[in-house]
């Protein structure tokens, strides 16, 4: 995924949705401990965002029953509240929005403001563009190393890339696009980041669907935002790179690079020699089926990344565990019905195997995999998919962060066919509640996680191949 600092990593309108929570210590008897008297609850109001956290207080202190709408702890409807008074708001906004408390040793209330988790959208526009830039992914890598993310977009309509600086953390600067190789037909459609070249500094790796000439390209970074060194490796005629993903797949300390391409139905393993070159590139040509996403990670624990494709064209999604010399054992397939559009690879259910969560733009849902957490060196390495999760119309792709920091991985899903984008927030066990929906630009293709003003708390920048913006996302804390 796209973010350095974040691991890959019932709906409801974007607009800010608030409700009202009245919280109350109580304690029957002298509650819990025995009781000093009346006491005085503060704070007496505050506003928390969906699977958000307060802290509240007696005065004097003592100990009490904690309730929510006159339950002891609360419910997972209206949200929980610990014996020290720390309340952690519902995932999803509740319904009746008003959750009254009693209280027999507060003499007052306090009042809760459930809101969305992201603040009202930003949008953020990539360049001017003839006919259209048309950016079909975006990441968030730290470019300069100032604390706060910035954008890169592979712009698949006019056959360039832009980079947008974080000028503060309120504004970016001015979008610099540049063009991608020398061909007039250059079509990025995915790129990466990573230290290519090992000298600290984020380089840039560039899927081009060229239609003559189809590459990866590499621009090495300078560490303040420019890219002035590039090269190419050619692929296959006619291949049609669509996704791009990095990892180490041998025993060097150098990045690689897997593309994934659609229409030779293949991937290419192109391994690093720390100079930001690729010089042995590999394919793997079987069980490869129109792929439209990949991802990778170590998900048996063995020190070597492998890798996932979702491919499309046959509704599976395969996993490829490295040997550790850059060379792969033979597929595992596993059925993922509706047409697999992507796939990200996260720690679902805080084993510390990654998992997958795959989306299936035709049936609309998103689907997850739970790895079976055996560092085995052969044999099934995930579960059969789970029970699938609703999704927007045409789910096309997903990025993995903890949004609101309880420890779990949780899934933002991009809805190509009604521009918006569903975030689910995760339980910690694999499994996970759609949280709220959010509008965004026209015909969104990508999304990254980044943190945009240094906050460390994720935020989302979504790419809008339909109007050539971004739209962002900014977690609201707490």
């Known amino acids: 995924m796209n973010n350095e600092r974040f691991r890959y990593a019932a709906a409801r309108s974007a607009a800010i949705v608030c409700v009202a929570v009245t919280l ?88 809760v403001n459930v ?138 300390v150098n990045l690689d690079v897997v593309v994934a391409n659609f229409v030779t139905n293949t991937l290419s393993i192109l391994r690093g020699d720390g100079t930001g070159t690729f010089p042995n590139v590999t394919p793997i040509t079987s069980d490869i089926a129109s792929p439209l996403g990949v991802a990778v990670a170590d998900f048996n624990q063995d020190g070597f990344d492998d890798i996932a494709v979702a491919n499309n064209g046959d509704d599976t999604v395969v996993v490829f565990l490295s040997v550790g010399n850059g060379a792969f054992q033979t597929a595992q397939s596993y059925t993922v019905a509706g047409g697999p559009s992507a796939v990200v690879a996260a720690d679902l259910n805080g084993d510390g195997f990654p998992d997958l969560a795959v989306t299936a733009a035709t049936d609309r849902h998103l689907v997850p995999l739970i790895n079976k957490g055996t560092p085995a060196s052969s044999g099934s390495t995930f579960n059969q998919p789970s029970t699938p999760y609703s999704t927007g119309v045409e789910p096309i792709a997903l990025a993995a962060a903890d949004v609101n920091r309880d420890g779990f991985q949780d899934l933002a899903v991009v809805n190509k066919g009604d521009n918006t984008i569903t975030v689910f927030l995760g339980y910690g066990d694999g499994t996970a509640v759609a949280s709220e929906t959010y509008p965004v630009g026209n015909a969104p293709q990508s999304v990254a996680v980044g943190d945009f003003n240094g906050d460390d708390w994720p935020d989302l920048a979504v790419a809008n191949s339909g109007d050539d913006t971004v739209t962002i996302l900014r977690n609201r804390g707490s």
Request: charged share 10%; hydrophobic share 40%; net charge negative.
């Open 115 to 252: 809101v969305s988790r992201f603040a009202a959208a930003g949008t953020q526009s990539i360049g001017s563009c003839t006919p259209s830039c048309a950016p079909n992914a975006v990441i968030a890598p730290y470019l300069n190393n100032d604390g706060y993310s910035d954008l890169v977009t592979a712009n698949a309509g006019n056959g360039t890339i832009s980079v947008v600086m974080r000028g503060s953390a309120s504004t970016f600067l001015a979008p610099s696009p540049s063009a991608v190789g020398v061909s007039a037909t250059a079509e990025p459609q995915a790129l990466v980041a990573g230290d290519f070249n090992g000298d600290s500094s984020r380089d840039l790796a560039i899927a081009d669907a060229d239609t003559a000439a189809p590459a990866v390209w590499t621009r090495l970074g300078q560490g303040d935002g420019t890219f002035p060194t590039e090269s190419s490796v050619a692929l296959g005629s006619t291949s049609r790179p669509l996704s791009i993903a990095s990892g180490r797949f041998d025993s060097d």
């Open 24 to 111: 109350t210590a109580c304690g029957p008897g002298g509650g819990i401990g025995g009781g000093e008297g009346p006491a005085t609850l503060s704070p007496d109001t505050a506003s928390v965002p969906v699977g958000g956290r307060a802290t509240f207080t007696l005065s004097p202190a003592q100990a009490a029953d904690w309730t929510v709408n006159d339950l002891v702890g609360g419910t997972a409807t209206v949200g929980r509240i610990t014996p020290i008074g720390v309340y952690t708001a519902p995932f999803v906004i509740p319904s009746p929005t008003t959750v009254t408390i009693g209280a027999s040793v507060a003499t007052n209330t306090a009042t």
